[in-house]
């Protein structure tokens, strides 16, 4: 069953994504490393229990018109997928020039298969509308030219062709503390996604209400 959340308004614009949702021992091993992160150098923001762990397919920012036709694909896509997707994740940690902290999963077929669908009908959807973090970097700068192509034909930096799957455990305050953080190893951890969430996204991606949800 699809739930369509009983608090879930359409409003002016919406931030949200389609993301994997992590549970069982990578959801553990994640709020551990992002706990042991914060205890190390000051964070941003984390993910915990407010803010979940998740693999991102797609985010965007939807216009009140496109958000129903959200709601619907969200049911398309959850009720098609009938096979569990499966993820095997990095044995390292990757982290980006902003400071974000991420642990990778290795890419296959299908779930770059998911993105491609998914970038592909929603990003018409979002009618050029870029999430705030985003339009912050194009007024930027330091904005490298690719870069800001990247922004403005898909609306993200990580995605289409540089589409990078993973799991966001924070940001660091200062981006040079990341040598405070080299001998963090995660766990080996291969798991089967069961479901997918939609979820309404804060300033820097992070899902901060789950808005549609397979149960």
Request: one cysteine or more.
């Amino acid at each position: 069953m699809i739930k369509k959340f009983e608090n879930f308004e359409t409003r002016e614009y919406l931030d949200a994504g389609i993301a994997v949702a992590v549970e069982g021992e990578a959801a553990r091993a994640a709020l551990s490393m992002a706990e042991e992160i914060a205890k190390r150098a000051p964070t941003v923001f984390r993910i915990d229990a407010k803010h979940l762990p998740h693999i991102t397919l797609f985010q965007g920012r939807f216009p009140a018109r496109s958000q129903e036709a959200l709601n619907e694909y969200f049911q398309k896509i959850t009720r098609e997928q009938g096979v569990p997707l499966r993820i095997e994740m990095e044995d390292s940690l990757f982290a980006r020039p902003n400071g974000n902290i991420f642990w990778n999963v290795k890419k296959t077929p299908e779930i770059i298969g998911l993105h491609k669908e998914m970038n592909d009908i929603l990003r018409p959807l979002t009618d050029g509308m870029l999430m705030r973090q985003f339009s912050d970097l194009l007024k930027g700068a330091s904005l490298s030219e690719e870069d800001r192509h990247q922004i403005e034909k898909y609306g993200a930096l990580l995605a289409g062709d540089k589409y990078m799957p993973h799991i966001t455990l924070c940001r660091l305050e200062r981006a040079k503390d990341v040598d405070s953080i080299k001998n963090i190893k995660p766990p080996s951890v291969i798991f089967s996604a069961e479901k997918f969430i939609g979820g309404e996204l804060g300033y820097y991606g992070t899902i901060d209400k789950v808005i549609f949800e397979e149960k």
